[in-house]
């Protein structure tokens, strides 16, 4: 069974930057595509950032597109998002995913497996 953990959130004022990481356990992370999601309370989880398995395709949502950077390490089986100049709409719990089962990556559904999240608060 794959495991995924997330780590490097917290506290940031606005403007500032963190560093994500997801580290992958019982798989094998460079077979797989990794995405990066996010859900704000009251709000659906929804789509940051895409990396294909060999690090040579990604893609982000429009909101974080030019201020999140999505990178992998395949020898250390994780993964990254990088982010900065955040905002406090950046505010939300991140979740990484592994083996996308669906076709587009940006659906919620279309990834099988997922970590228990990790808690991004900015601050105005």
């Known amino acids: 069974q794959v495991q995924l953990v997330e780590s490097g959130g917290g506290l940031v004022q606005a403007g500032g930057s963190l560093r994500l990481s997801c580290v992958a356990s019982?798989?094998?992370?460079?077979?797989?595509?990794v995405g990066w999601f996010r859900k704000a309370p009251g709000q659906e989880r929804e789509f940051v950032a895409f990396i294909n398995r060999n690090g040579y395709i990604t893609n982000y949502a429009d909101s974080v597109k030019g201020r999140f950077t999505i990178s992998r390490d395949n020898g250390k089986n994780a993964a990254y998002l990088q982010m900065d100049s955040l905002k406090p709409g950046d505010a939300a719990v991140y979740y990484c995913?592994?083996?996308?089962?669906?076709?587009?990556?940006?659906?919620?559904?279309?990834?099988?497996?997922w970590g228990q999240g990790t808690q991004v608060t900015v601050s105005s």
């Open positions: 019982g798989g094998n992370i460079s077979s797989s595509n």
């Open positions: 995913s592994m083996f996308q089962v669906g076709t587009t990556a940006t659906r919620v559904r279309d990834w099988r497996f």
